[in-house]
């Protein structure tokens, strides 16, 4: 059992604690038309780009793409479920110093969309370890991204899903 130490805060602080954080809440709608997400598969042939409700905003094919036959439809719907990843983490990113880390679980936990960060995790992850993997995410994004595909590669037009990735 942990040992529990009392707070030092007043009634005052407690109560606007609570409001700031009811305020907070209410700006959650505002977070998701305001997030976005953008993913790209390995070949850059389609780009998407959706909002924090899911609603596409802009998919972008390469004027050689309709090469990929039946495949497109489905090569589309895997890079959109990547951008969709992308804005949902972007919009607990920015709704967790908001919210605070319990708030915004209790919003992945009723909206039914846990952050990519969380997926896999233990189901006991700490703050500290979601923090860890969100500060090692960002600097895989600030680095440059991966090589170009391979000119030597037999088929241009296989996919390999490990590939798709987020632009964020």
């Not at 209410?26 to 924090?52: F, I």
């Not at 390469?62 to 489905?74: I, S, T």
């Not at 915004?104 to 969380?118: D, F, N």
């Amino acid at each position: 059992m942990t040992a529990r130490e009392p707070v030092e805060r007043s009634t005052r602080q407690v109560i606007e604690d609570g409001r700031a954080r009811q305020e907070a809440l209410a700006t959650v709608e505002k977070v998701l038309a305001e997030v976005q997400g953008t993913a790209q598969d390995q070949y850059q042939t389609v780009r998407v780009t959706v909002d924090g409700r899911g609603r596409m905003l802009d998919l972008w094919l390469r004027q050689d793409a309709v090469r990929w036959g039946p495949e497109l439809g489905r090569l589309i719907v895997q890079v959109a479920h990547a951008a969709m990843d992308d804005a949902t983490q972007a919009g607990y990113n920015r709704l967790a110093p908001l919210l605070g880390d319990n708030l915004t679980y209790a919003v992945e936990l009723i909206s039914g969309h846990a952050a990519p960060a969380r997926r896999g995790a233990r189901p006991s992850i700490t703050a500290e370890e979601f923090q860890r993997r969100r500060d090692e995410r960002l600097a895989d994004q600030r680095r440059p991204g991966p090589a170009a595909a391979d000119p030597d590669d037999d088929d241009p037009l296989s996919l390999d899903l490990s590939f798709l990735r987020s632009d964020r």
